[in-house]
């Protein structure tokens, strides 16, 4: 299997404080990597790297075989899929849900002038129908919930047909019933073989849909475990992660994590 991603001893500083400190990690093709962290550990920073919008300050970033700093982006990034809240804030508010995967094709964030190929909307309509977007294809995509959001961003990051799709939070803000249902589609991506290797960024096991295979945790820029979902997602480490003691418990194929009582 070769490596979808490799970073090698990469730190990112600003104002002279590390982000990320010294992270080696790889993914391997066919990979579904879940990275852990409390609030400022540095994933964001970190997927930002894997998506080649960010650069290391130190160390070396290799995606899909092109090393950052020798490839030109632009080349590389429209092999990377993309869902997030960043992605989001870049998206016309007032094109349909439709129009803002079919952009995607065309690796642009705005824009309906373009004469589409009746195969790309044939593929958005697909996309969308697989997460349970169809009943929306003429909404403005400023008028979504926080899930339909979610679901059409996890729809136009699949466009390009990525080797990559990074997902940051993408259940964050769900209720319950809609945190399930991403669940559910998250997990038949997850196990589909011929979808792209995948990275999830969550704050909570809960989010780790079945079909995920390895988890990196990382505190304060640096990593504390990374590797197979079943060795590393441990009590042990998990509460070494988060600062306090927590019990880490595998229901069939979900996870879930409560703090202990105070003694
Ligand atoms: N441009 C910047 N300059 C200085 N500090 C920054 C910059 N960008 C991010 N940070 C800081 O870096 C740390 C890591 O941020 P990051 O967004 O990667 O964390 P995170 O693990 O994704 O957090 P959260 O779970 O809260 O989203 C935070 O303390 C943040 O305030």
Same mark, same amino acid.
């Given at each position: 299997m070769s490596d979808v991603l490799e970073l090698q001893d990469v730190s990112v500083v600003r104002e002279g404080r /590390? =982000?990320? @400190?010294q992270v080696s990690w790889s993914v391997k093709e066919g990979e579904r990597w879940v990275i852990l962290g409390p609030n400022g550990a540095g994933k964001t920073t970190l997927l930002n790297v894997a998506s080649s919008y960010l650069f290391p300050t130190k160390g070396t970033a290799t995606i899909l075989g092109d090393t950052l700093g020798k490839v030109d982006v632009f080349d590389l990034r429209p092999r990377i899929g993309m869902a997030g809240i960043a992605m989001a804030e870049k998206l016309?508010? +007032?094109?349909t849900v439709l129009q803002t995967v079919l952009t995607a094709a065309y690796g642009m964030? /705005?824009?309906?002038q373009e004469e589409y190929e009746d195969v790309d909307e044939q593929r958005a309509r697909a996309f969308l129908d697989r997460l349970g977007m169809s009943d929306f =294809? @003429?909404? +403005?995509? %400023?008028? =979504?919930s926080e899930g339909e959001r979610k679901r059409t961003l996890i729809a136009r990051a699949l466009m390009t047909d990525p080797e990559l799709l990074l997902l940051d939070?993408? /259940? /964050? %803000? =769900?209720d319950l019933g809609g945190r399930e249902d991403l669940v559910r589609r998250l997990g038949r991506l997850a196990r589909d073989p011929i979808a792209p290797s995948m990275i999830m960024v969550t704050?909570?096991?809960?989010e780790i849909a079945p079909g995920f295979t390895h988890v990196l945790m990382i505190r304060q820029g640096k990593v504390l475990a990374a590797g197979p979902i079943e060795l590393e997602l441990t009590s042990r480490n998990l509460s070494h992660c988060f600062g306090l003691p927590l019990v880490v418990e595998q229901a069939g194929e979900r996870w879930t994590a409560r703090g202990l009582p105070l003694g």
């Open positions: /590390a =982000l990320v @400190d016309s508010k +007032r094109q964030t /705005a824009g309906w =294809l @003429d909404r +403005r995509f %400023g008028t =979504l939070e993408p /259940a /964050a %803000g =769900l704050h909570h096991v809960e």
